[in-house]
T-cell receptor, first 116, second 112 residues
Framework: DTGVSQNPRHKITKRGQNVTFRCDPI?????LYWYRQTLGQGPEFLTY????????KSRLLSDRFSAERPKGSFSTLEIQRTEQGDSAMYLC??????????????FGPGTRLLVL | GDSVTQMEGPVTLSEEAFLTINCTYT??????LFWYVQYPGEGLQLLLK?????DKGSNKGFEATYRKETTSFHLEKGSVQVSDSAVYFC???????????FGGGTRVLVKP
């Protein structure tokens, strides 16, 4: 199976620590997205890459958050100085670039972060 | 900005009952519409989609029709099974925004 993978699946950290998550998209997909999902809510968009270029960033992405996709393949999402409000499921998705009206996004299993 | 509103759950049904989950959207232009499903302990999976007005998406016995006049994309299934117990998310996508906007999700519980 060559779906979207994310690591780690779970992360528990103490407030103030830095954490980094990794996402490996489907290999032929050049678009990569990060979303955040809190309990009982739908996912909220954080940021989007086309190849290695970060083209969109949500206002939800404070300056403590940074995302990279250095070679246009895997991506990392780092949260510095974590706060309890950062506790959530962090979802990664990828899609091919097509000229059509819609690009279907394929989601990974997510990384669940708990900040104590 | 774009927004999606879907009926709150939980929705509890008996097996073989008819399921409807309402979804309405607010968006300029011509978004594409999606239903995603999240089974317990699993990630989001695409259930079905429709890319233009009057299109019907269908998969696994589920259907939804893109109604531009009512800005709706209601999900229906004629006879649910216990295995359909999950959280269902409606979402819209516009190429200009390059992102999915999700509703809050509707939890469905099907009892035998």
């Amino acid at each position: 199976d060559t779906g979207v993978s994310q690591n780690p699946r779970h992360k528990i950290t103490k407030r103030g620590q830095n954490v980094t998550f990794r996402c490996d998209p489907i290999s032929e997909h050049n678009r990569l997205y990060w979303y955040r999902q809190t309990l009982g809510q739908g996912p909220e968009f954080l940021t989007y890459f086309q190849n290695e270029a970060q083209l969109e960033k949500s206002r939800l992405l404070s300056d403590r958050f940074s995302a990279e996709r250095p070679k246009g393949s895997f991506s990392t999402l780092e949260i510095q100085r974590t706060e309890q409000g950062d506790s959530a499921m962090y979802l990664c998705a990828s899609s091919p670039q097509s000229g059509g009206a819609a690009e279907t996004q394929y989601f990974g299993p997510g990384t669940r972060l708990l900040v104590l | 900005g774009d927004s999606v509103t879907q009926m709150e759950g939980p929705v509890t049904l008996s097996e073989e009952a008819f399921l409807t989950i309402n979804c309405t959207y607010t968006a300029t232009g011509y978004p594409s519409l999606f239903w995603y499903v999240q089974y317990p302990g699993e990630g989001l999976q695409l259930l079905l989609k429709a890319t233009k007005a009057d299109d019907k998406g269908s998969n696994k016995g589920f259907e939804a029709t893109y109604r531009k006049e009512t800005t709706s994309f209601h999900l229906e299934k004629g006879s649910v099974q216990v295995s359909d117990s999950a959280v269902y998310f409606c979402a819209c996508y516009k190429a200009a925004g390059n992102k999915l906007t999700f509703g809050g999700g509707t939890r469905v519980l099907v009892k035998p």
